[in-house]
C-alpha cells in the first residue's frame, strides 16, 4: 500500500527566510503528486500538482515543487516565506495504476513564521 | 461561491445521537469524497462516489455510517449512535471525472467539525 512520510511535524521559519517541507513516498509507480494547505479549521487548498513531465511545478502563492524519483520525494518550496504563510500543509499522493480514487495524505507540517 | 459547501460548519451532540452532514459539490464535478481528519494528522478517505454511484468505501466507513449522493449532486454523510471517537473534521472534496490526473485533483470544502460529548 502506498504511504506518505512528512518527516518534519513543526518547523518554523523567519519571515523573509527560504522554505522547503519535505515529502517522501512509498509507491511501486510514479504516482500524481500533491501539496494541499490547511489554515486554521478550514478546508485544504491546492497549492500544486505532478502529474507528468518538468519535475519542478510551480503554484499558488509563490510555491513550487520537485519531484525526485530516485528519492521518491516531492518537497515543497518557496524562496521567501510571507507570515500568512503560517498553516498546516499536506502532501498527498494518488495511485495512477490501481482504479482507486483516494488521496493518500501525509499527517502534515505545521509551519510557523516568525516576525 | 462556485467552491465545495458543506453544511453545518460545526456539530455538537451527545453520544448515542444521529448526524447528518451536507456536501455540496462544485457543479461540473461529477466524483465526490468523504475523508475524516483527526487532530494532529492528515486527511483519511471514507468513501466515493462517481455521480450517484458509491465506487470505494474504506475500511473506516464502519455500519454506523453511511452515505449517500442521491441525483449525482449534494452528498449526505450519516453517522449513527455516535461514539466519542467519531469526533473529528469531517471533509467533502469533489473532482472532475475526465481523466485518471482530473481525477485526483480534489477540491475540499471547509469541512464539518463533529464534537461527540
Known amino acids: 500500500a502506498q504511504s506518505v512520510t512528512q518527516p518534519d511535524i513543526h518547523i518554523t521559519v523567519s519571515e523573509g527566510a527560504s522554505l522547503e517541507l519535505r515529502c517522501n513516498y512509498s509507491y511501486g509507480a510514479t504516482p500524481y503528486l500533491f501539496w494541499y494547505v490547511q489554515s486554521p479549521g478550514q478546508g485544504l487548498q491546492l497549492l500544486l500538482k505532478?502529474?507528468?513531465?518538468?519535475?519542478l511545478v510551480q503554484g499558488i502563492k509563490g510555491f513550487e515543487a520537485e519531484f525526485k524519483r530516485s528519492q521518491s520525494s516531492f518537497n515543497l518550496r518557496k524562496p521567501s516565506v510571507h507570515w500568512s504563510d503560517a498553516a498546516e500543509y499536506f502532501c498527498a499522493v494518488g495511485p495512477m495504476d490501481t482504479g482507486r480514487r483516494a488521496l493518500t495524505f501525509g499527517s502534515g507540517t505545521r509551519l510557523q513564521v516568525q516576525p | 461561491d462556485t467552491g465545495v459547501s458543506q453544511d453545518p460548519r460545526h456539530k455538537i451532540t451527545k453520544r448515542g445521537q444521529n448526524v447528518t452532514f451536507r456536501c455540496d459539490p462544485i457543479?461540473?464535478?461529477?466524483?465526490l469524497y468523504w475523508y475524516r481528519q483527526t487532530l494532529g494528522q492528515g486527511p483519511e478517505f471514507l468513501t466515493y462516489f462517481q455521480n450517484e454511484a458509491q465506487l470505494e468505501k474504506s475500511r473506516l466507513l464502519s455500519d454506523r455510517f453511511s452515505a449517500e449522493r442521491p441525483k449525482g449532486s449534494f452528498s449526505t454523510l450519516e453517522i449513527q449512535r455516535t461514539e466519542q471517537g467519531d469526533s473529528a473534521m469531517y471533509l467533502c472534496?469533489?473532482?472532475?471525472?475526465?481523466?485518471?490526473?482530473?481525477?485526483?485533483?480534489?477540491?475540499f470544502g471547509p469541512g464539518t467539525r463533529l464534537t461527540v460529548t
Open positions: 505532478y502529474f507528468s513531465g518538468d519535475t
Open positions: 472534496a469533489s473532482s472532475l471525472g475526465t481523466g485518471a490526473a482530473l481525477t485526483y485533483e480534489q477540491y
Open positions: 457543479s461540473e464535478h461529477n466524483r
